[in-house]
């Protein structure tokens, strides 16, 4: 006779510069033939209009606007030109790289958010979180790490020297007779020895945190003027006058992920997703990973919900009370 409580997670729109999107169809790189990728792009285009603070172009509408432009979305210039033919602040470009529909089945999704704008840059995982507050503590593990894979990435790829590119089709010497292939002497290797001209790096104390030790680096005067901050996690306050434009051509948000149906964090939410919904077919939530377009439906809804959350747009979980029907 009591009631039973359940809580619901909430999304919301994060980047007020990034309210009208388009959703364009998805690339399928999967070996599914039954697959089609505009089906993917309506389901994505459904869940992503829930999220409140989000204006959605129809599919329909932006798969006329490439035909009429007649482009291909195989490059960054041509998703910003159908962004700005559209009027919208962004396109959403995504493929599927892997799918199958049998038990348990199985979906990956890449996709990337190109902005009209070039002036955006890239928003990495992590962003708007409240890092150096209270708040900090209950930030989940998977975000925290996600935040701090990131920012190493970005401060390696500083570190990186850049290196020849082999040609795609290598052709191989003759080897001379009595030698193995093995055997042949290398006569393209750099004449310095290992470990010459190696600058030690003095590490930080991390407590677990992105910002741990953002003090101590911006003290340092001999980081690269391109060195990531990690005080870029906080959004800084506004300005007088609108920054210098830098143009980019990496998209504002990607987020990549393969979802099982036998996993168990997978399932458990999606029997919250179905809990929330009032689904009158039988089956519960185990009939979604036998249904294929119910399956895709529920990994575009994790997709966004992984990618917003991990930068700002998870809200306060709302409590659901729900009386049993005998009452």
Known sequence: MLPEIAHQPTLHNPFPQLSKVAVAPFFVLAEEPTLNG??????????????????????????????????????????????????VDAVVVGAVTDFSPW??????????????????????????????????????????????MALAKAQLNTQTPPYPQLPAAPKSPATPPGQMPDDRPTTDWPETQWGE???????????????????????????????????????????????????????????????NGHDTE??????????????????????????????IRFCCHMHISEMLSARGGAGETRVVWRWPTIR
């Open 103 to 148: 038990y348990p089945p199985r979906c990956g999704l890449q996709v990337e958010w190109y902005a009209a704008n070039p002036c955006f840059h890239q928003i990495p995982p992590g962003y708007g979180l409240p890092w150096g507050t209270p708040e900090e503590e209950g930030i989940p593990a998977p975000l925290v790490f996600e935040a701090e």
């Open 197 to 259: 001209g190696v600058t030690p790096i003095s590490h930080q104390a991390s407590c677990g945190s992105p910002m741990a030790g953002s003090a101590a680096m911006a003290e340092q005067p001999d980081l690269p003027p391109d060195w990531p901050d990690p005080r870029g996690f906080i959004p800084p306050p506004p300005a007088s006058h609108p920054p210098t434009c830098w143009p980019s051509d990496a998209p504002v948000l990607r987020h990549t992920r393969t979802y």
């Open 38 to 87: 505009k089906e993917v792009a309506l389901a994505y285009f459904n869940e992503l209009q829930l999220v409140p603070g989000f204006e959605v172009v129809p599919v329909g509408v932006v798969e006329s606007k490439i035909r009429e432009l007649g482009i291909t979305l195989d490059g960054p210039e041509n998703a910003r030109r159908l962004a700005q033919a559209l009027d």
């Open 266 to 295: 997978f399932t458990e939410a999606l029997a919250s997703y179905c809990y929330f919904r009032d689904d009158a077919r039988f089956g519960g939530w185990q009939s979604y990973l036998q249904r294929s377009n119910d399956f």
